[in-house]
């Protein structure tokens, strides 16, 4: 029973296209994350919603928009991939009013071709 | 401007004895401390935290203390066991509303039977 799924696990695209990535986790959490490493394999925040709000954006570019239609669920929408927006991509959620610990899913690794 | 550093790409210790993964940082607004396991092709998996507060917390084998006037934490393991294997990051956070986590490198443990 995955506390945090996301899918795909890999996603293989051309450059200039749109991609989407889904998050949901049955955690009961309020607060949801999309997290990037990179070929550095630096873990890096990219945004974070509380109740479906919209609270971190990490200086993303605008070509990245996360939706989250309830507080179980973000999706991640990618318009026009780039070469350098290969990476894998991380959701997490978390209970901040007790703890920051963040539950991760498995994790989708994009490349762009 | 990394904030949380691990400057040891890789440990490789026997089985059975003690693994002492390292990591420093430099926000001393940071009061939230989190080791996290991660295998290949799986998300991070939380370990053990430590607060601001302690000096130390042990969970089974896990143990990670905390010198805050050096802003230095670590993870001991012991004993270590094969599986445990993996790549180790370090995190810091602020509890709080609005709370992300910053992640360091990571760190390759190895454990040799």
């Known amino acids: 029973d995955t506390a945090v799924s996301q899918t795909p696990k890999y996603l293989v695209t051309q450059m200039g296209n749109d991609k989407s990535i889904k998050c949901e986790q049955n955690l009961g959490h309020d607060t949801m994350y999309w997290y990037k490493q990179d070929s550095k394999k630096f873990l890096k925040i990219m945004f974070s919603y509380n109740n479906k709000e919209l609270i971190i954006n990490e200086t993303v570019p605008n070509r990245f928009s996360p939706k989250s239609p309830d507080k179980a669920h973000l999706n991640l929408h990618i318009n026009s991939l780039e070469l350098g927006d290969s990476a894998v991509y991380f959701c997490a959620s978390s209970q901040e009013r007790r703890t920051i610990e963040a539950f991760f899913g498995q994790g989708t690794r994009l490349t762009v071709v | 401007d990394q904030q949380v550093k691990q400057n040891s790409p890789s440990l490789s210790v026997q089985e059975g004895r003690i693994s002492i993964l390292n990591c420093d940082y430099t926000n001393s607004m940071f009061d939230y401390f989190l080791w996290y396991k991660k295998y290949p092709a799986e998300g991070p998996t939380f370990l053990i935290s430590?607060?601001?507060?302690?000096d130390k917390n042990e969970d089974g084998r896990f143990t990670v203390f905390l010198n805050k006037s050096a802003k230095h934490l670590s993870l001991h393991i012991v004993p270590s066991q094969p599986g445990d294997s993996a790549v180790y990051f370090c995190a810091a956070g602020l509890t709080g509303a609005n709370s992300k986590l910053t992640f360091g490198k990571g760190i390759t443990l190895s454990v040799r039977p």
């Open positions: 430590i607060s601001s507060i302690k």
